[in-house]
């Protein structure tokens, strides 16, 4: 396709989700407030507080959509997550790749030899912990990064400073120290799109299954799960476990695996995963999005 096309689609895209709502977790300027704006353009984004508002703002309809970070390709999974895709009921529709390129952000003339203490979101920090490190910074954990450059910008302390996105120093009217402080430099965050209903993707597009289960307790369970997924020639992309909620020592396990619920193979997989398993839900089929350069916007 053209790229002239190509935006000509995009316009088309965006003029119909007009007025239409996306909920993101932390303030203005978040990393999940530009995953919503590259991967949702013409939808307001919509802040809240915590995730599991998310969750109750799409079931209760003042949200369209969600934007949830799921997983970061230094730091590791965003447990909170996962934790309330299996308490809600809502679906996966898509998926996006956040390239995230941490800032150094100060009220102006702060000079960098003079900080003593760092603020940002426990995953942002995580992926700086070699910057931070160097320098021997305290670290102080708040909600999202976006927050914290704004409570930096509401009272100027001495010595402090916020790890946070471009833009939400920019938004804050901060100044940029450092860019690109991240351990990795091709650090990438991966967000989920979640709504009330699941879509049925378009034929021809490449797609993935994301469900969650619980194994019965016999031996050698989490193996026979996966060997339908082996002997169907089924390709898993992630595999996560988490506690469960209320009973100790029994765990949830996520599955993504690329295909669609149409595919026989996809079906005698799944057949044979309930025969090992309970509680198994399928948490949505969705496009597929390899790498951030392949990616699109929905
Ligand atoms: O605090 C933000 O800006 C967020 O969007 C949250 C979040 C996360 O939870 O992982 C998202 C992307 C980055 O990896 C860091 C933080």
Redesign the pocket.
Known sequence: MSPARRQILRDRIAMSHANRVVAF??AHG???EQACREKLPGYQSRPYKTFEDIFIAVEQGDAELGML?VE?SMAGV?SDSYDLLAVHNLHIIGEYYLP?RHCLMAHQGVNVERIHTVYS?P??LA?CHSFIKRHGWNRVAVY???GAAAALKEEHREGEAAIASALAAELYGLDLLAEQIQDSANNT?RFLIIAKDGIIPMPNVGCKISLLFEVRHIPAALYKCLGGFATNGINLTRLESRPVAGRDWSYHFYLDFQGRMDQVNVQQALEELKFYTHNMKVLGCYPESLRPESQGAL
């Open positions: 977790q932390g978040a990393y999940s970070p970061n965003v995230v979101h995953q942002a992926q999202d990064t976006a965050t």
